[in-house]
Protein backbone atom coordinates (compact mmCIF):
# COMPACT_ATOMS: atom_id res chain seq x y z
CA UNK A 1 0.00 0.00 0.00
CA UNK A 2 1.50 3.29 -1.05
CA UNK A 3 2.27 5.51 1.85
CA UNK A 4 -0.10 7.81 2.99
CA UNK A 5 0.63 11.21 3.81
CA UNK A 6 0.13 12.18 7.58
CA UNK A 7 -2.61 14.82 8.17
CA UNK A 8 -2.55 16.88 11.35
CA UNK A 9 -6.36 16.83 12.29
CA UNK A 10 -5.78 19.66 14.78
CA UNK A 11 -4.06 22.66 13.24
CA UNK A 12 -2.95 25.44 15.07
CA UNK A 13 -5.19 28.45 14.26
CA UNK A 14 -2.91 31.11 15.36
CA UNK A 15 1.04 31.64 15.63
CA UNK A 16 -0.71 33.50 19.58
CA UNK A 17 -3.77 33.75 21.97
CA UNK A 18 -4.73 37.15 22.89
CA UNK A 19 -7.79 37.18 25.11
CA UNK A 20 -9.90 40.19 25.30
CA UNK A 21 -14.06 40.56 25.12
CA UNK A 22 -16.58 40.66 22.98
CA UNK A 23 -17.83 43.82 21.34
CA UNK A 24 -20.67 42.35 18.94
CA UNK A 25 -22.99 43.09 21.51
CA UNK A 26 -23.04 44.37 24.70
CA UNK A 27 -23.53 40.87 26.22
CA UNK A 28 -19.15 41.09 26.69
CA UNK A 29 -18.58 37.46 26.34
CA UNK A 30 -14.31 36.49 27.31
CA UNK A 31 -13.07 35.48 24.28
CA UNK A 32 -9.90 34.35 22.86
CA UNK A 33 -8.72 35.24 19.51
CA UNK A 34 -6.21 33.48 17.52
CA UNK A 35 -3.22 35.76 15.86
CA UNK A 36 -1.44 34.60 12.79
CA UNK A 37 1.83 35.81 11.42
CA UNK A 38 2.09 37.03 7.69
CA UNK A 39 3.88 38.53 5.55
CA UNK A 40 1.91 41.94 5.88
CA UNK A 41 1.88 41.11 9.77
CA UNK A 42 0.02 39.96 12.68
CA UNK A 43 -3.81 39.02 11.85
CA UNK A 44 -6.99 37.53 13.16
CA UNK A 45 -7.77 34.44 12.40
CA UNK A 46 -9.91 32.76 14.46
CA UNK A 47 -12.16 33.74 17.90
CA UNK A 48 -14.05 31.04 20.29
CA UNK A 49 -15.10 31.35 23.64
CA UNK A 50 -13.40 31.72 26.48
CA UNK A 51 -14.35 28.89 29.06
CA UNK A 52 -12.80 30.70 31.94
CA UNK A 53 -15.21 33.52 31.82
CA UNK A 54 -17.58 33.76 34.00
CA UNK A 55 -20.50 35.41 31.44
CA UNK A 56 -20.29 32.65 28.83
CA UNK A 57 -17.83 30.13 30.00
CA UNK A 58 -16.83 29.06 26.78
CA UNK A 59 -19.85 29.84 24.83
CA UNK A 60 -19.88 32.05 21.54
CA UNK A 61 -22.55 32.74 19.28
CA UNK A 62 -22.56 33.30 15.67
CA UNK A 63 -22.34 37.09 15.88
CA UNK A 64 -18.88 36.48 18.11
CA UNK A 65 -17.64 34.17 15.62
CA UNK A 66 -17.71 36.47 12.97
CA UNK A 67 -16.30 39.66 14.79
CA UNK A 68 -12.98 38.78 13.07
CA UNK A 69 -15.12 40.40 9.63
CA UNK A 70 -14.77 43.64 11.49
CA UNK A 71 -11.10 43.48 10.33
CA UNK A 72 -10.57 41.47 7.75
CA UNK A 73 -13.14 42.26 5.93
CA UNK A 74 -12.21 43.71 2.34
CA UNK A 75 -15.43 46.16 2.54
CA UNK A 76 -13.65 47.73 5.93
CA UNK A 77 -12.94 51.43 5.61
CA UNK A 78 -9.10 51.77 5.54
CA UNK A 79 -8.78 55.63 5.02
CA UNK A 80 -11.25 58.45 5.01
CA UNK A 81 -13.81 59.26 1.96
CA UNK A 82 -14.69 62.08 -0.17
CA UNK A 83 -18.46 61.77 -1.80
CA UNK A 84 -17.20 62.51 -5.76
CA UNK A 85 -21.00 62.20 -7.03
CA UNK A 86 -25.02 62.79 -6.44
CA UNK A 87 -25.67 61.07 -2.87
CA UNK A 88 -26.62 57.84 -3.75
CA UNK A 89 -24.37 57.79 -6.76
CA UNK A 90 -21.96 55.68 -4.60
CA UNK A 91 -19.35 57.73 -6.00
CA UNK A 92 -16.29 58.36 -3.27
CA UNK A 93 -12.62 59.01 -3.42
CA UNK A 94 -10.15 58.45 -0.57
CA UNK A 95 -8.38 61.42 1.08
CA UNK A 96 -5.61 61.68 3.88
CA UNK A 97 -6.43 62.26 7.52
CA UNK A 98 -5.12 65.89 7.70
CA UNK A 99 -8.11 66.88 4.62
CA UNK A 100 -10.51 65.20 6.42
CA UNK A 101 -10.06 66.99 9.55
CA UNK A 102 -9.33 70.46 8.29
CA UNK A 103 -12.52 69.26 5.91
CA UNK A 104 -14.67 68.51 9.34
CA UNK A 105 -12.79 71.78 11.54
CA UNK A 106 -14.08 74.18 8.37
CA UNK A 107 -17.86 72.57 9.09
CA UNK A 108 -17.75 73.03 12.66
CA UNK A 109 -15.89 75.56 13.72
CA UNK A 110 -18.16 78.45 12.54
CA UNK A 111 -20.70 76.41 14.58
CA UNK A 112 -19.06 76.22 17.71
CA UNK A 113 -18.42 80.33 17.53
CA UNK A 114 -21.79 80.92 16.62
CA UNK A 115 -24.37 78.32 17.86
CA UNK A 116 -22.89 75.12 18.95
CA UNK A 117 -26.30 73.84 19.71
CA UNK A 118 -27.12 73.40 15.98
CA UNK A 119 -24.67 70.76 15.39
CA UNK A 120 -26.57 67.31 15.87
CA UNK A 121 -24.48 64.73 16.58
CA UNK A 122 -25.35 60.78 16.11
CA UNK A 123 -22.70 57.97 15.96
CA UNK A 124 -23.81 54.41 15.22
CA UNK A 125 -22.23 51.14 17.03
CA UNK A 126 -18.92 51.90 17.80
CA UNK A 127 -19.00 51.31 21.70
CA UNK A 128 -17.10 54.28 22.42
CA UNK A 129 -20.45 56.20 23.16
CA UNK A 130 -19.22 57.77 26.28
CA UNK A 131 -16.38 59.18 24.33
CA UNK A 132 -18.19 60.62 21.74
CA UNK A 133 -21.28 61.99 24.05
CA UNK A 134 -18.34 63.58 26.13
CA UNK A 135 -17.08 65.27 22.89
CA UNK A 136 -20.63 66.31 22.46
CA UNK A 137 -20.77 67.83 25.40
CA UNK A 138 -17.40 69.50 25.25
CA UNK A 139 -18.47 71.55 22.07
CA UNK A 140 -21.73 72.69 23.18
CA UNK A 141 -24.19 71.08 21.39
CA UNK A 142 -27.19 69.09 23.56
CA UNK A 143 -28.30 67.29 20.71
CA UNK A 144 -26.41 64.12 20.50
CA UNK A 145 -27.04 60.62 20.14
CA UNK A 146 -26.08 57.25 19.12
CA UNK A 147 -26.91 53.78 18.90
CA UNK A 148 -28.21 53.00 22.66
CA UNK A 149 -30.91 55.94 22.65
CA UNK A 150 -32.77 53.79 19.53
CA UNK A 151 -31.65 50.64 20.99
CA UNK A 152 -32.68 50.01 24.58
CA UNK A 153 -31.54 52.69 26.61
CA UNK A 154 -35.24 53.98 26.70
CA UNK A 155 -35.65 49.97 28.52
CA UNK A 156 -32.39 50.82 30.85
CA UNK A 157 -33.63 54.43 31.92
CA UNK A 158 -37.23 52.43 32.97
CA UNK A 159 -35.32 49.29 35.14
CA UNK A 160 -33.18 51.85 36.64
CA UNK A 161 -36.18 54.68 37.48
CA UNK A 162 -37.84 51.61 38.78
CA UNK A 163 -36.05 48.99 40.68
CA UNK A 164 -32.87 50.61 40.45
CA UNK A 165 -31.43 48.09 37.53
CA UNK A 166 -32.70 46.83 34.55
CA UNK A 167 -32.69 43.52 32.42
CA UNK A 168 -29.29 42.88 30.45
CA UNK A 169 -26.01 44.00 31.81
CA UNK A 170 -27.36 45.34 34.89
CA UNK A 171 -28.88 41.75 36.23
CA UNK A 172 -30.49 38.10 35.33
CA UNK A 173 -32.95 36.06 36.51
CA UNK A 174 -31.52 33.90 39.63
CA UNK A 175 -31.22 30.76 37.30
CA UNK A 176 -30.76 27.94 40.27
CA UNK A 177 -33.90 28.54 41.72
CA UNK A 178 -35.95 30.22 39.24
CA UNK A 179 -39.51 28.03 38.52
CA UNK A 180 -41.17 30.14 35.67
CA UNK A 181 -39.15 32.45 33.52
CA UNK A 182 -41.25 34.84 31.21
CA UNK A 183 -39.67 36.27 28.34
CA UNK A 184 -40.71 39.08 26.52
CA UNK A 185 -39.95 40.22 22.83
CA UNK A 186 -36.42 38.33 23.46
CA UNK A 187 -35.08 37.33 20.32
CA UNK A 188 -31.33 35.77 20.00
CA UNK A 189 -29.34 38.59 19.14
CA UNK A 190 -28.44 40.12 22.76
CA UNK A 191 -27.39 38.78 25.80
CA UNK A 192 -27.56 35.13 23.92
CA UNK A 193 -24.78 32.86 25.33
CA UNK A 194 -26.02 33.48 29.04
CA UNK A 195 -29.52 33.20 27.98
CA UNK A 196 -29.13 30.08 25.79
CA UNK A 197 -27.18 28.07 28.78
CA UNK A 198 -30.00 29.94 31.77
CA UNK A 199 -32.58 27.98 29.41
CA UNK A 200 -30.50 25.19 28.95
CA UNK A 201 -30.18 25.15 33.04
CA UNK A 202 -34.10 25.51 33.66
CA UNK A 203 -35.42 22.90 30.80
CA UNK A 204 -33.03 20.23 32.32
CA UNK A 205 -34.42 20.89 36.13
CA UNK A 206 -38.18 21.07 34.78
CA UNK A 207 -38.78 25.17 35.08
CA UNK A 208 -41.62 26.00 33.08
CA UNK A 209 -40.49 28.61 30.14
CA UNK A 210 -42.93 31.14 28.55
CA UNK A 211 -42.43 33.64 25.25
CA UNK A 212 -44.40 36.09 24.54
CA UNK A 213 -43.11 37.45 21.06
CA UNK A 214 -45.29 37.91 17.76
CA UNK A 215 -43.26 35.21 15.91
CA UNK A 216 -42.12 31.52 17.37
CA UNK A 217 -38.37 31.30 17.00
CA UNK A 218 -35.48 30.89 18.66
CA UNK A 219 -35.79 31.01 22.87
CA UNK A 220 -39.75 31.10 22.21
CA UNK A 221 -39.89 27.97 19.98
CA UNK A 222 -38.60 26.11 23.20
CA UNK A 223 -40.73 27.69 25.21
CA UNK A 224 -43.08 25.64 27.11
CA UNK A 225 -45.68 28.07 26.28
CA UNK A 226 -46.18 30.58 23.78
CA UNK A 227 -47.95 34.04 23.20
CA UNK A 228 -48.01 35.21 19.94
CA UNK A 229 -48.58 39.06 20.92
CA UNK A 230 -49.43 41.98 18.42
CA UNK A 231 -46.16 43.91 17.80
CA UNK A 232 -46.39 46.69 20.23
CA UNK A 233 -48.73 45.67 22.45
CA UNK A 234 -47.08 44.01 25.34
CA UNK A 235 -47.00 46.94 27.63
CA UNK A 236 -51.12 46.17 27.67
CA UNK A 237 -51.00 43.00 27.45
CA UNK A 238 -48.52 43.37 30.75
CA UNK A 239 -51.31 46.09 32.63
CA UNK A 240 -53.54 43.81 31.96
CA UNK A 241 -51.80 41.19 33.94
CA UNK A 242 -51.57 43.69 36.67
CA UNK A 243 -55.23 44.62 36.60
CA UNK A 244 -56.11 40.85 37.07
CA UNK A 245 -53.26 40.22 39.78
CA UNK A 246 -54.99 43.41 42.32
CA UNK A 247 -58.63 42.05 41.29
CA UNK A 248 -57.95 38.97 42.78
CA UNK A 249 -55.27 40.03 45.57
CA UNK A 250 -52.66 37.80 44.22
CA UNK A 251 -49.89 40.32 45.02
CA UNK A 252 -47.28 40.41 47.89
CA UNK A 253 -48.23 43.17 50.19
CA UNK A 254 -46.03 42.34 52.81
CA UNK A 255 -43.15 42.95 50.47
CA UNK A 256 -44.40 45.84 48.79
CA UNK A 257 -44.82 47.63 52.32
CA UNK A 258 -41.46 46.56 53.79
CA UNK A 259 -39.50 47.25 51.04
CA UNK A 260 -40.91 49.56 48.47
CA UNK A 261 -42.04 53.28 48.37
CA UNK A 262 -45.62 51.85 47.70
CA UNK A 263 -47.03 53.00 50.74
CA UNK A 264 -45.55 56.61 50.84
CA UNK A 265 -48.11 59.20 50.58
CA UNK A 266 -48.43 61.55 47.58
CA UNK A 267 -49.98 65.10 47.28
CA UNK A 268 -53.66 63.93 45.90
CA UNK A 269 -54.79 67.50 45.64
CA UNK A 270 -55.01 69.09 42.05
CA UNK A 271 -51.72 71.78 41.95
CA UNK A 272 -47.94 72.10 41.33
CA UNK A 273 -47.63 69.60 44.17
CA UNK A 274 -49.86 67.24 43.14
CA UNK A 275 -48.29 63.46 42.54
CA UNK A 276 -45.25 64.44 44.79
CA UNK A 277 -44.13 62.61 48.05
CA UNK A 278 -44.61 64.23 51.33
CA UNK A 279 -41.76 64.78 53.49
CA UNK A 280 -40.52 65.22 56.91
CA UNK A 281 -38.07 68.03 57.70
CA UNK A 282 -35.12 66.20 56.82
CA UNK A 283 -36.44 65.41 53.53
CA UNK A 284 -37.32 61.89 53.88
CA UNK A 285 -40.39 60.39 52.47
CA UNK A 286 -43.39 59.48 54.55
CA UNK A 287 -45.50 56.69 55.42
CA UNK A 288 -48.66 55.98 58.09
CA UNK A 289 -46.96 53.29 60.51
CA UNK A 290 -49.44 50.44 61.26
CA UNK A 291 -49.18 50.54 64.48
CA UNK A 292 -49.33 54.32 65.91
CA UNK A 293 -51.37 55.56 62.60
CA UNK A 294 -48.93 58.35 62.67
CA UNK A 295 -46.57 59.87 59.71
CA UNK A 296 -43.32 58.36 59.96
CA UNK A 297 -39.60 58.60 57.88
CA UNK A 298 -40.05 55.44 55.63
CA UNK A 299 -36.81 54.25 56.70
CA UNK A 300 -37.42 54.63 60.36
CA UNK A 301 -36.36 52.16 62.53
CA UNK A 302 -39.43 49.83 63.59
CA UNK A 303 -41.61 51.33 61.42
CA UNK A 304 -44.56 48.95 59.73
CA UNK A 305 -45.86 50.97 56.72
CA UNK A 306 -49.62 50.78 55.72
CA UNK A 307 -50.15 50.74 52.56
CA UNK A 308 -53.53 52.32 52.63
CA UNK A 309 -52.09 55.00 54.23
CA UNK A 310 -54.24 58.48 53.87
CA UNK A 311 -53.27 62.06 55.74
CA UNK A 312 -55.01 65.23 55.67
CA UNK A 313 -52.50 68.01 56.39
CA UNK A 314 -52.48 71.60 55.13
CA UNK A 315 -55.97 71.12 53.09
CA UNK A 316 -54.76 68.45 50.76
CA UNK A 317 -55.25 64.52 51.06
CA UNK A 318 -52.40 62.61 50.66
CA UNK A 319 -52.74 59.00 49.76
CA UNK A 320 -50.21 55.79 49.65
CA UNK A 321 -48.89 55.26 45.87
CA UNK A 322 -50.56 52.01 46.28
CA UNK A 323 -54.01 53.78 46.89
CA UNK A 324 -52.91 55.29 42.99
CA UNK A 325 -51.90 52.39 41.42
CA UNK A 326 -54.27 50.41 42.41
CA UNK A 327 -57.08 53.15 41.46
CA UNK A 328 -55.67 52.94 38.12
CA UNK A 329 -54.93 49.70 37.16
CA UNK A 330 -58.47 48.08 38.04
CA UNK A 331 -60.22 50.50 36.25
CA UNK A 332 -62.73 48.37 33.71
CA UNK A 333 -59.98 50.00 30.41
CA UNK A 334 -57.52 47.02 31.38
CA UNK A 335 -59.06 44.29 31.86
CA UNK A 336 -58.36 41.07 29.77
CA UNK A 337 -61.69 41.62 27.44
CA UNK A 338 -60.75 45.15 26.64
CA UNK A 339 -57.36 44.52 25.99
CA UNK A 340 -57.66 41.11 23.90
CA UNK A 341 -58.29 41.96 20.67
CA UNK A 342 -55.38 44.64 20.69
CA UNK A 343 -52.88 42.44 22.10
CA UNK A 344 -54.35 39.55 19.46
CA UNK A 345 -54.28 37.11 23.13
CA UNK A 346 -57.64 36.20 24.19
CA UNK A 347 -59.20 36.94 27.96
CA UNK A 348 -59.35 33.44 29.02
CA UNK A 349 -55.38 32.95 28.00
CA UNK A 350 -54.43 36.79 29.70
CA UNK A 351 -56.09 35.03 32.79
CA UNK A 352 -54.30 32.02 32.65
CA UNK A 353 -50.99 33.69 32.61
CA UNK A 354 -51.91 35.76 35.20
CA UNK A 355 -53.10 32.98 37.47
CA UNK A 356 -49.71 30.82 36.50
CA UNK A 357 -47.46 33.58 38.09
CA UNK A 358 -49.50 33.88 40.93
CA UNK A 359 -49.34 30.35 41.05
CA UNK A 360 -45.77 29.84 41.63
CA UNK A 361 -44.61 32.68 43.15
CA UNK A 362 -47.08 32.38 46.15
CA UNK A 363 -47.99 28.68 45.80
CA UNK A 364 -44.79 27.58 44.76
CA UNK A 365 -42.54 30.04 47.34
CA UNK A 366 -39.22 29.03 48.49
CA UNK A 367 -37.48 30.24 51.79
CA UNK A 368 -33.90 30.03 52.57
CA UNK A 369 -32.39 29.81 56.28
CA UNK A 370 -30.23 32.43 55.89
CA UNK A 371 -30.15 35.17 58.72
CA UNK A 372 -29.71 38.67 57.04
CA UNK A 373 -30.18 42.12 58.53
CA UNK A 374 -32.66 45.11 56.38
CA UNK A 375 -31.83 48.73 55.86
CA UNK A 376 -34.11 49.20 58.79
CA UNK A 377 -32.04 47.21 61.15
CA UNK A 378 -34.02 44.73 61.82
CA UNK A 379 -32.52 40.87 61.66
CA UNK A 380 -34.75 38.06 59.63
CA UNK A 381 -33.33 34.39 60.44
CA UNK A 382 -34.93 33.59 56.77
CA UNK A 383 -35.67 34.99 53.22
CA UNK A 384 -38.89 34.22 51.22
CA UNK A 385 -38.38 33.90 47.49
CA UNK A 386 -40.85 34.07 45.11
CA UNK A 387 -39.32 32.24 41.90
CA UNK A 388 -40.66 33.95 39.05
CA UNK A 389 -38.67 35.66 36.72
CA UNK A 390 -38.47 37.46 33.26
CA UNK A 391 -36.29 38.75 31.14
CA UNK A 392 -36.95 41.31 28.16
CA UNK A 393 -35.07 42.76 25.22
CA UNK A 394 -35.37 44.74 21.69
CA UNK A 395 -39.45 43.55 21.07
CA UNK A 396 -40.48 45.92 24.07
CA UNK A 397 -37.98 48.84 23.45
CA UNK A 398 -38.00 49.37 19.73
CA UNK A 399 -41.72 51.22 20.22
CA UNK A 400 -42.64 54.44 20.98
CA UNK A 401 -43.96 52.92 24.30
CA UNK A 402 -40.40 51.00 24.96
CA UNK A 403 -40.33 53.27 28.02
CA UNK A 404 -43.51 52.66 29.78
CA UNK A 405 -44.03 49.15 28.50
CA UNK A 406 -40.22 48.50 30.39
CA UNK A 407 -41.75 50.39 33.07
CA UNK A 408 -44.83 48.17 33.61
CA UNK A 409 -42.97 45.12 33.40
CA UNK A 410 -41.05 45.87 36.72
CA UNK A 411 -43.91 47.24 38.32
CA UNK A 412 -45.20 43.35 37.88
CA UNK A 413 -42.14 42.06 39.00
CA UNK A 414 -42.13 44.15 41.98
CA UNK A 415 -46.47 43.14 42.26
CA UNK A 416 -45.06 39.66 42.94
CA UNK A 417 -42.24 40.50 45.06
CA UNK A 418 -40.10 38.80 42.55
CA UNK A 419 -37.13 41.26 42.87
CA UNK A 420 -34.23 40.65 44.50
CA UNK A 421 -35.64 37.56 46.35
CA UNK A 422 -34.32 33.80 45.14
CA UNK A 423 -35.64 32.81 42.20
CA UNK A 424 -36.36 36.11 41.11
CA UNK A 425 -34.80 38.73 39.48
CA UNK A 426 -31.43 39.37 40.85
CA UNK A 427 -29.01 43.03 40.04
CA UNK A 428 -25.65 42.56 40.44
CA UNK A 429 -23.30 44.92 41.71
CA UNK A 430 -23.02 47.84 41.70
CA UNK A 431 -27.18 48.13 40.92
CA UNK A 432 -29.53 48.55 42.50
CA UNK A 433 -28.90 52.08 42.28
CA UNK A 434 -30.80 55.29 42.79
CA UNK A 435 -32.78 57.20 39.86
CA UNK A 436 -30.82 60.72 40.92
Partial sequence: MAHQPKIDLSPRSGDRMAQTTCYMCACRCGIN???KDTADGERVAYIEGNRDHPV?????????????????????LRAPLRRTGPRGSGAFEEISWEEALETAVSWLAPLRAEAPEKLAFFTGRDQSQSFTGLWAQQ???????AHGGFCSVNMAAAGIY????????????????????VLFGVAEDHDSNPIKMGIGQLKARGA??????PVRTGYNAVADEWFGITPGTDGLLILSLIHVLLKAGRIDLDYLARWTNAPVLLNAAPGPEQGLPLRDEAGRMLVIDRATGAPVAFDAAGVRPDLAGRLERDGATHRSVFQHMAE??????????????????????IRALAAELARVAFDEAIEIAQPWLDFRGERH????????????????????????????????????????????????????????
Avoid at 56 to 66: E, F, T, W, Y
Avoid at 139 to 145: D, H, R
Avoid at 208 to 213: D, L, S
Fill in 139 to 145: FGTPNYA
Fill in 33 to 35: VHL
Fill in 328 to 349: RYMAPEYAPEAVAERCGIPAPR
Fill in 162 to 181: TIGGAFWEFGQPDWDRTKLF
Fill in 208 to 213: KVIGVN
Fill in 56 to 76: NRGVLCAKGAAGLMQVTSPAR
Fill in 381 to 436: ETMVGRPVAMHAMRGISAHGNGFHTARALHILQVLLGSVETPGGFRLKPPYPKPPA
